[in-house]
């Protein structure tokens, strides 16, 4: 069975206080590692796809890292705005971690 | 990135009454899609992958009689749920699934639909 966790469950940071995301996965088959960002009451939005150890994505203050077992989610100097849900998923079900819910205080 | 909508995106019912949630690729096509809900402060469960000219899947513990899946176009997919009880309350989402060539493929996402049974 695919298991995909995610730590911590909760992050609060101050604006600036650049910190880390981590996913661990256990898949039969990855079709690529996702990253989507979730704000309340909001579908999933897209963020990454990783595919394969050592990739690196960036997108403004987010960079995604891939290993064989572990995917993180750097936030440098993150602003209010970046607060929110950050889900990582895989699998051929796309199985989603459980979260972590940044807050990014001013 | 591509768009998928949902509508409504917020209906509350009677108890006992269907409910139909529509799930739209806007531009892309999508040979598969799938449902999921979401209850508060949780993750997404997958609950069914919808493959267009064939019948649903459903994950284990999702009775297909009671939330009806139809894939009847390439960009569209419904979600009608029956019967409708105050524990079928929650946050319900869809995400199409397009594919870039190379075997890459991305899961777009829906807004989502609320709903409310009383």
């Known amino acids: 069975e695919d298991q995909v966790t995610q730590s911590p469950e909760a992050l609060r940071l101050q604006e600036g206080e650049s910190s880390s995301l981590n996913c661990s996965y256990t898949v039969s088959g990855l079709r690529g590692l996702f990253w989507y960002r979730q704000d309340p009451g909001k579908g999933p939005e897209f963020l990454f796809t990783l595919y394969s150890a050592g990739e690196e994505k960036e997108k403004e203050r987010l960079k995604a890292t891939l290993t064989k077992k572990e995917s993180f989610l750097h936030i440098t100097a993150p602003k209010p705005e970046d607060s929110a849900t950050y889900l990582c998923a895989a699998g051929n079900k796309l199985t989603f971690g459980g979260g972590t819910r940044v807050l990014v205080k001013p | 990135g591509a768009v998928v909508s949902q509508h409504p995106s917020r209906v509350i019912c009677k108890s006992g009454t269907s409910v139909k949630i529509e799930c739209r690729s806007l531009?892309?096509?999508?040979?598969?899609m799938f449902w999921y809900r979401q209850f508060p402060k949780q993750s997404l469960m997958l609950m069914a992958t919808s493959n267009e000219g064939s019948k649903a899947t459903y994950e284990q513990g999702v009775e297909k009689d009671k939330f009806l899946i139809n894939h009847a176009s390439l960009t569209l997919s419904t979600l009608t749920v029956t019967s409708a009880h105050p524990e079928d309350s929650s946050f319900y989402i869809c995400?199409?699934?397009?594919?870039?060539?190379?075997?890459?493929?991305?899961?777009?996402f829906g807004p989502g639909t609320r709903l409310l049974v009383l």
């Open positions: 995400s199409a699934r397009e594919s870039s060539g190379a075997g890459q493929e991305t899961q777009y």
């Open positions: 531009d892309f096509q999508a040979t598969t």
